[in-house]
């Protein structure tokens, strides 16, 4: 079984900055997709950065130009780069890997933006 692991969340003014991480337990082949989502409190999970087959990103209307997603693939790693925060961006935020028959989840891990 695959666990992934995820860091870097925590408390940041508005206009501020957090990097957050997301590590596979062990390697893993065959992924599709490695994404974050997040969830705000009284809403549904939404997509928020995902990278397909190692090569196309996309990202939410809400935080492009802002977050950027890349991976360390040797690591299996994910990492999630979110510059000029804003209060909306509080939320609790899951990794997802997509393999070719399961897909995995993190923990979560909270950010929140005070204004």
């Known amino acids: 079984q695959v666990q992934l692991v995820e860091s870097g969340g925590g408390l940041v003014q508005a206009g501020g900055s957090l990097r957050l991480s997301c590590a596979a337990s062990r390697s893993i082949f065959s992924i599709l997709a490695m994404g974050w989502y997040r969830q705000a409190p009284g809403k549904q999970r939404e997509l928020v950065a995902v990278i397909s087959r190692g090569i196309t990103r996309n990202y939410a209307d809400s935080v492009r130009g802002r977050f950027t997603i890349s991976t360390d693939n040797a690591k299996n790693t994910v990492y999630l780069q979110m510059n000029s925060l804003k209060p909306e961006d509080t939320a609790v935020y899951y990794c997802?890997?997509?393999?070719?028959?399961?897909?995995?989840w993190g923990q979560g891990t909270q950010v929140t933006v005070s204004s």
């Open positions: 997802n890997f997509l393999v070719s028959s399961d897909s995995y």
